[in-house]
């Protein structure tokens, strides 16, 4: 199920290319941005109800290893790097899904 939601959102957002715009401040950085992004974004999509009940989740052993990576964030580096990612960075990506939307006609008009 998660491969054809993955499918989907490469397909019609062009998600890859969106996503590997982001970065953070960090200098050096052992996580990659686009890791603990990806690791926030599907505990949305799996409605978890925090960070630390994602990272119970990414511990199990090949748990979204494609998505993610071998090396797994903890909540702590999540909520870390969270905060250091510029806002319109997050606003751009949220303006391009809008825009396809409403392209693809899911959004009526007022």
């Known amino acids: 199920m998660m491969r054809r939601f993955c499918a989907y959102i490469e397909k019609v957002f062009d998600f890859r290319k969106l996503i590997h715009k982001l970065r953070d401040r960090r200098k050096w950085a052992f996580i990659s941005t686009l890791s603990i992004w990806c ?49 319109e960075q997050l606003r751009d990506i949220l303006l391009w899904v809008n825009r396809c939307l409403r392209a693809n006609k899911a959004f009526e008009r007022f």
């Open 39 to 87: 690791s926030v974004f599907f505990s949305f999509v799996m409605r978890q109800r925090s960070l630390n009940a994602i990272e119970q989740k990414l511990k199990l052993k090949k748990r979204m290893e494609r998505l993610i990576g071998k090396v797994k964030p903890s909540a702590d580096r999540i909520g870390d790097v969270m905060g250091l990612i510029e806002p």
